[in-house]
């Protein structure tokens, strides 16, 4: 079993960035598939962003494509959000998302693909 510990969040005013971190236990962080997931008040948790095991192949969900960038250094056991142009609809708890699927190539981005899960940090974005 894996732990995930988000970090990075805050507030911020629109157009402005943040830089998200997920820091993973144990030693099998690599062999993931990895997302980030949104939940505003009153909202169901949506999709943001998915990267496979290596790194090579990321998707995004389409309010925030050409904004952020997933990224992950498994070296560090550590999965990151760049966000940029921030907007205040991207107000929400971000939460990472890891798929205990050793190794596969497939993109997820349903909430019910991934297995575990942190514990969410807050992102605000001022009008």
């Known amino acids: 079993q ?3 510990v988000e970090s990075g969040g805050g507030l911020v ?6 830089r ?11 062999r993931y598939a990895m997302g980030w997931f949104r939940q505003a008040p ?4 949506e999709f943001v962003a998915a990267i ?7 998707y995004y ?14 070296a560090k056991n550590t999965l990151y959000l760049q966000m ?3 907007k205040p609809e991207d107000t929400a708890v971000y939460y990472c998302a890891a798929d205990r699927t050793y190794y596969s190539s497939s993109i997820y981005y349903t909430a019910t ?5 942190g514990q969410g940090t807050q992102v605000t974005v001022s009008s």
């Open 20 to 30: 998200l971190s997920c820091a993973a236990s144990g030693r099998t962080f690599s």
């Open 13 to 18: 005013q629109a157009g402005g960035s943040l």
């Open 84 to 86: 940029n142009s921030l």
């Open 42 to 45: 009153g909202k169901e948790r």
């Open 52 to 58: 496979i095991w290596s790194g090579s192949s990321t």
């Open 113 to 117: 693909d991934y297995d575990y899960w």
């Open 61 to 74: 969900a389409d309010s925030v494509k050409g904004r952020f960038t997933i990224s992950r250094d498994n």
């Open 2 to 4: 894996v732990q995930l």
